[in-house]
């Protein structure tokens, strides 16, 4: 059984007690449970865990990304385990000082992201998250019906100015649970599809602010070695910038295959 600890009532779980370099496949099963419950989960002291040993851990959970991306590159030798350097953007973009979630610009949508502390100051430069199941709940029956036909655009826009934007529901519904999530994100999504220019920019925003309610927001603190994953369809992040940290993490991304 794992040694779970809920980190508030909306979202987020401490996992204690273990080391992710060795495990089982009843912990994989157990761990896939509780991040569909979760949503996000923080595990801290995996500073021994390696590059190899994270991406072997991530692959576990999907099929990892190992193409290139636009702004992070790959650890030296480890492709698929990108270096992540919040203050040290190579095309100027910085996608963190946003609320965003890390899949909207890709075609397949069920992705997870595994994000290990390398280099972190000793406070502060910490990661907040917004439960977006609980903010589609939150939507009166009218809106929610009025959005759940909709579509939106999403693309990587100048980070990838050549990449075809792709198209996904404003309302993510989960195929095995039925679970609906509100999916779109101020770095990535564009326009919602059917509606005009003004109508899209006007809903958008107030859809965007949804992230500001604090009772749908987690606030993790890392520490050197500190692991968090997270379900990319019902979860957006954001990185606080409240001092001046090179901080490096390295992450893999895994895709469901849908």
């Known amino acids: ?61 999907g099929e990892a990304e190992r193409a290139e991306h636009p702004i992070w590159a790959d ?48 406070y502060g430069r910490d990661t907040l998250f917004a439960d977006m199941t609980a903010a589609y709940r939150r939507l009166s029956e009218p809106m929610r019906t009025f959005l759940e036909g909709l579509t939106a655009m999403n693309s990587w826009g100048v980070a990838k100015p050549d990449a075809t934007p792709v198209e996904h529901p404003v309302i993510m519904t989960d195929p095995d649970s039925g679970v609906k999530s509100l999916y779109v994100n101020r770095a990535y999504t564009t326009r919602i599809n059917g509606l005009a220019e003004d109508e899209s920019r006007l809903l958008l925003d107030w859809l965007f602010r949804q992230t500001s309610v604090p009772e749908l927001q987690l606030r993790v603190q890392w520490r050197p070695g500190t692991l968090t994953m997270w379900d990319n369809e019902k979860t957006q992040h954001y ?14 991304m895994v895709n469901t295959g849908r």
């Open 1 to 61: 059984m794992l040694n779970l600890k809920p980190m508030n009532g909306t979202l987020g779980a401490e996992l204690h007690e273990v080391d992710l370099r060795q495990y089982s496949t009843s912990f994989i099963d157990d761990l896939k449970g509780a991040l569909h419950d979760y949503k996000v989960l923080v595990v801290h002291d995996q500073t021994a865990l390696t590059p190899d040993q994270l991406l072997r851990f991530a692959e576990e959970f």
């Open 75 to 122: 650890v030296p030798g480890h492709v698929g385990v990108k270096n992540i350097r919040p203050m040290n953007y190579p095309t100027g973009v910085d996608v963190g000082d946003s609320w965003h979630t890390d899949g909207p610009p890709r075609t397949n949508t069920q992705w997870f992201s595994f994000l290990q502390a390398i280099d972190v100051p000793e």
């Open 239 to 252: 990185i606080v910038r409240d001092q001046q940290h090179d901080r490096v993490m390295h992450r893999v």
